[in-house]
């Protein structure tokens, strides 16, 4: 007998692997997936974009005079 009932338990992540098996996955489950990898992408684009911008910065910081 458990301590605790199973629908107090934690639910697993959900991820993805690339190249992943997608033929046990409801329609559901699919269109979570497409979500969690569009929000990895911006999670992505905006770390990008912040480092571009702190390397533009030390470049010109660092740039000799002409």
Do not use: C, T, W, Y
Request: charged share 35%.
């Amino acid at each position: 007998m458990s301590l605790f009932p199973e629908d107090d338990r934690p639910k697993p992540k959900n991820v993805h692997e690339v190249g992943q098996d997608l033929s046990m996955l409801s329609l559901e489950e699919i269109e979570e997936r497409i979500a969690l990898l569009k929000a990895e992408i911006e999670r992505l684009a905006a770390a990008r974009a912040g480092k571009s911008a702190s390397r533009a910065a030390a470049d010109a910081f660092f740039r000799r005079p002409a």
